[in-house]
């Protein structure tokens, strides 16, 4: 994607592809060029710095099946913003990097259930999408969390949609999508498409050991891994220092995705919200990054059935988008949301004030 036109947020109109190249930062209009050399790990020092002068809160909350352990940054006046991070079975540190953020509004962010800092249940029955969902109302009211914006990350943007399209809640002033699963089946579809541009050798080992089932072999796993450079993390990233000790959940991540990225084997292999996009009206934002496996073609796609939504291409970036280039990323994220503040003013509450700002083809 060359020769892209840099262009503000403006709400989608009919008939027009609203979609936005957030390389302003890099200076240059063509992707392909300077945006690409390296990724901004000053940002993290940025974040990390500002998250020492802000007021912050952490603890434990209960929730269907046990405890998660929450983090709250800033007490500005804005709606608050609760991010949900991705997985299955990942860990919510790595929102650290939003913190410049919580000097507008507070950023929350927890470990779901089973994962990270939170309880550890060995009951595996919990790992459920329903369950997911109920936490995420459980984590509102134990916060006392009446308004907010919600950021679903990869599988968090998959709980976004289910939340919203199940729990039908009332409060989500707007929802990021950040490179987020809408539909599995067509995530495969587009990871295979990816896979056949990697190199032949490559590909070889990948369907190999498929064939034989051997998914942990050192070989399958460096093939993984040649995969995940490209589309996953891209470019260079920061330590976080507060995910030191910090573990995911493999056996959540393989009961409910399966053993990697790009093959779904468990209980979301056929799972899907993309129909229902449509019935999603609060002010929306896609965001990924340009080589994401979570593919902005894709993301379009999604964006043109929706009334009131816009997708921003972070240059140069994949699907680590918010750690490569955290400056370009939280401006993005930072301007969606004041706009849509600016909007909404005291209206915002619930399903008040929403309105047809324009149905995309």
């Known amino acids: 994607m060359t020769n892209v036109t840099i262009a503000s947020f403006m709400p989608a109109q009919p008939r027009r592809r609203t979609v936005f190249f957030a390389a302003a930062l890099c200076g240059v209009l063509s992707v392909a060029t300077a945006c690409t050399m390296g990724g901004d790990t000053s940002g993290d020092a940025v974040a990390a710095a500002i998250t020492d002068t802000l007021p912050s809160a952490e603890g434990m909350?209960?929730?269907?099946?046990?405890?998660v352990w929450y983090r709250r940054i800033g007490d500005g006046p804005g709606t608050p913003l609760l991010a949900l991070h991705g997985g299955p079975g990942g860990t919510s540190c790595r929102f650290e990097a939003l913190a410049p953020i919580a000097k507008d509004r507070p950023v929350i962010f927890y470990d779901q259930l089973g994962s990270g800092r939170s309880d550890h249940p060995a009951d595996t029955s919990l790992w459920n999408v329903a369950r997911f969902v109920a936490e995420v109302d459980a984590v509102r009211q134990g916060l006392g969390l009446e308004r907010i914006h919600l950021l679903g990350h990869s599988w968090g943007g998959a709980l976004a949609a289910e939340y919203l399209a199940a729990a039908k809640p009332r409060g989500v002033e707007s929802v990021i999508f950040s490179s987020p699963l809408?539909?599995?089946?067509?995530?495969i579809a587009d990871a295979d498409s990816l896979?056949?541009?990697?190199?032949?050798?490559?590909?070889?080992?990948?369907?190999?050991?498929e064939r034989k089932g051997t998914l942990d072999s050192p070989a399958y796993l460096a093939a993984t891994?040649?995969?995940?450079?490209?589309?996953?993390?891209?470019?260079?990233?920061?330590?976080?220092?507060?995910?030191?000790?910090?573990?995911s959940n493999d056996t959540i991540y393989r009961q409910m995705w399966g053993p990697t990225e790009f093959l779904s084997t468990g209980s979301l292999k056929q799972w899907s919200r993309a129909a229902d996009l449509d019935e999603?009206?609060?002010p929306t934002l896609f965001i990924a990054g340009e080589f994401d496996e979570a593919r902005p073609t894709t993301l379009e796609e999604f964006r043109r059935t929706m009334r009131d939504a816009r997708l921003v291409v972070i240059p140069g970036a994949a699907h680590a988008a918010m750690?490569?280039?955290p400056a370009e990323y939280v401006s993005a994220v930072r301007e969606f949301l004041t706009r849509v503040d600016a909007g909404r003013g005291?209206?915002?509450?619930?399903?008040?004030?929403?309105?047809?700002a324009g149905r995309a083809p």
């Open 346 to 356: 005291d209206a915002g509450r619930g399903d008040a004030g929403r309105g047809d």
């Open 195 to 209: 896979r056949a541009q990697l190199p032949p050798a490559i590909r070889r080992v990948l369907d190999e050991e």
């Open 323 to 325: 750690r490569e280039r």
């Open 182 to 187: 809408i539909d599995t089946p067509r995530w």
């Open 225 to 247: 891994d040649s995969f995940y450079a490209r589309h996953v993390r891209r470019l260079p990233t920061a330590d976080e220092p507060r995910c030191a000790g910090v573990a």
């Open 61 to 67: 909350l209960d929730v269907p099946g046990g405890r």
């Open 280 to 282: 999603i009206t609060q």
